[in-house]
């Protein structure tokens, strides 16, 4: 029989969880490791709410286990570190992304690309290396170990940081690995909602030209107005985009719905990149002549390694990069689960953990 998930560990924890695919959160006890001698254990203050919480509180990928905890975009200030840790200090402000483990011995890993290990450990609904389960940031208290573990700038508020771990890495490493981030290269950005909206300041930040594409009209003065794009495209205008063909060094495709990726290879530049992050349920057709007649490049990317990572939190911060975000209390969370299936968010929710999770024990 399973140990319950109380007693599991020595050290009580608290959050909310979903107990089956209706996905609605409830209060949740549970328990949390010993903070080992390369842990660091924090005290969360705040933590985003990604899509693909939704998704797993839901089962939609089909893998997930319950009681489920999600978040993995989590940051607090640090309560205990082990004997041996090096980086991190009682006190300090830290967050935790979407891994909280890898193999550490694997040519992905020795090259500081954890998040393409095949043996990485999400940070809530897998298992851990010791068998148990692993809970997300929804809770009162968390425990990595520091290679997993970032440090949060003070410059950088805690709220603001919590979305970066997820929405923030996911597309500045394409950006970054597909050489998109130099001064006057134009590139695109498929898609406005939290994806979007950060890849649409972080190439800003890196002195590109940004164009919006979007299949909604009422998002143009949002974009350019308030994000700071440059230009706006209806995919759905036929005459737009024709005008528009052949001008992009890149795209950022952050749609997780079906959609057609011809006309976005037509606004590329010949060698230009057209990278995925968003990732649809079904598979897209792909149309290859027109890769071939232009030298184009269809690629995928998927967050970031811990390296990576510290680094995009420290340009944010030196840049001023933050989110759009709504800070919203715990108990508000199934409401906010709900708008967020219905893109009624702008452009991020984030939960204020320190202030309005109070165990019912």
């Known amino acids: 029989m399973a140990t319950q998930p109380e007693i599991e560990h020595p050290n009580k924890a608290f959050g909310y969880a979903a107990r089956d695919p209706s996905g609605f959160l409830s209060p949740f006890s549970f328990s949390r490791r010993e903070t080992g001698d390369k842990d660091v254990a924090f005290k969360v203050m705040y933590c985003g709410i990604c899509h693909s919480d939704l998704h797993m509180v839901k089962n939609e990928w089909g893998f997930s286990t319950y009681p489920l905890v999600p978040g993995h975009e989590v940051v607090g200030v640090v309560t205990e570190v082990g004997s041996k840790v090096e980086k991190f200090k009682v006190g300090d402000r830290v967050g935790v992304g979407c891994m909280v483990d890898s193999c550490r011995t694997c040519q992905n890993c020795c090259d500081n690309l954890e998040n393409y290990c095949p043996q990485y450990t999400l940070t809530y609904g897998a298992k851990h290396k010791d068998g148990t389960i692993t809970y997300g940031g929804y809770s009162d208290s968390m425990v990595a170990d520091e290679h997993f573990v970032v440090g949060i700038p003070d410059g950088l508020p805690l709220d603001a940081a919590a979305p970066l771990l997820c929405a923030g890495i996911t597309v500045y490493s394409p950006l970054r690995y597909f050489g998109l981030d130099k001064p006057g290269l134009h590139v695109g950005v498929v898609g406005l909602g939290g994806l979007g909206h950060m890849a649409v300041k972080f190439a800003k930040a890196f002195g ?8 909604s009209p ?5 974009a350019i107005q308030h994000l700071g794009a440059d230009s706006f495209l209806i995919s759905r205008d036929q005459d737009q985009m024709q005008g528009a063909m052949g001008t992009l060094d890149g795209i950022i495709d952050t749609v997780s719905a079906v959609h057609p990726l011809l006309p976005l290879i037509g606004l590329l530049k010949s060698h ?3 990278v995925m992050v968003g990732a649809p349920e079904k598979p897209l057709e792909l149309p290859v ?3 071939i007649m232009g030298g184009k490049i269809i690629a995928g990317s998927g967050i970031g390694g811990m390296k990576e990572t510290q680094e995009m939190i420290d340009f944010a911060a030196q840049h001023n990069v933050k989110p759009d975000i709504e800070v919203i209390p715990i108990h508000y969370v199934n409401t906010a689960m709900e708008c967020l299936l219905k893109a009624d968010v702008k452009y991020r929710f984030v939960i204020d953990i320190g202030n309005t999770l ?3 024990s």
């Open 272 to 274: 230009g990149k057209l």
């Open 218 to 222: 009422n998002k143009k003065e949002e």
């Open 358 to 360: 109070k165990s019912t």
């Open 289 to 291: 002549i027109p890769l």
């Open 208 to 215: 590109a030209k940004v164009t919006v594409i979007s299949t």
